[in-house]
């Protein structure tokens, strides 16, 4: 399970604060960029060795950012066969996140070679269909350009992951019930995507968005308004189809993110790039080790840490609750302090899933929108 951060954006969204420097259409950096990566996967060659090998490693990589579709093709194959010789993959899931303007621009032959690199899901930030909206979050495309790329998308075998930000000010319920129904009706009679993430906007404090907030410059959409475009989220997905098989993701059976779903379990996995963070196994087999590269191009450090068992076990909690699956109710009763899971169960809060002896705790749908302040009560 591997994961490749690609560190460049073309420009930097209101709302992000993930690390990635500004780049040209052709930047220069990007051969650098390369060669730090293949310097980092030759000094850390028996580590990804050991992690592959791991009896519950899954057969994936994924390709993110910054924006891993303004690299150029060249480039790109690059990067694929530096991990085709490291870390080999069958037949597994191969994720790529793109920019709808960078699919648009570049066309039909760069689709074509990501999926003869191997790239079998993409993930597309659309993030809205309202071209107001999208001139306020910094987006480079419109949403003509958005529809325009997953046309493109759609005739090519790749199963396609939409991203969508809900909770905006700005965004009325109407508006965002209408973007719901265009992403799941694309014109055409195509296809919907197999896969919708969305997420509420969240204030972070490195954003240009946070300084504004800072400022005084920005107020934030209301609790009642993002319970109810989250609702009407669950509404619409769930009537379309969709199942709701984690906090902020949604997916057409069978086109679960396998990847994104090893991390809610807890799988290790090898992070290559700068600013990416690996999640390693210790000598007993418990994945404690956490690392991470630090955020500059070329010559980034790794850095790390021992998890401690404390550390361990909030991190079982928060991230297994955060799926429809939860947690099997004997590990989540060893987790949690006597009482606290009964005292959920009883409010509503947590739900038994499955029967005995294979019996699990959920968080169910109707509470996952307060999911935070029920895992606040349990680690
Ligand atoms: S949201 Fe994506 S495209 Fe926008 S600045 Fe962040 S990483 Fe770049």
New binding site residues.
Partial sequence: MIYLHVPF?R???T??D?Y?ERCARDDGRFDTFVDAIAAEIRSRREEIAACLAAPDNVDTWYIG???PSVLPLSVFRRLCGLLGEAAPRGTGEFTVEV?PEDIVEKGPAYVQGLVEAGVNRISM?VQSLDDGILRWMN?RHDAARAAAAFRLLRSFPVDISVDLIFGLPQCSDDLWKETLDRVLNPSGGLRPPEHISAYQLTLEAGSALGVRAAKGQWQEATEEQCRRQYDLLCDALGRAGYRHYEVSNFALPGHEAVHNSAYWRRVPYIGLGPGAHSLLASPDGIPRRRCWNSCQVTDYAREGEILSEEDVRTERIMLGLRTDTGLPEASLRALTAPGAVDRLLASGALAYAGTAPDRRIRIPESHFFTSDAILLELV
């Fill in positions: 954006c420009s930097f969204c709302y992000c993930f990635s950012g910054g924006t920019n930030g987006r």
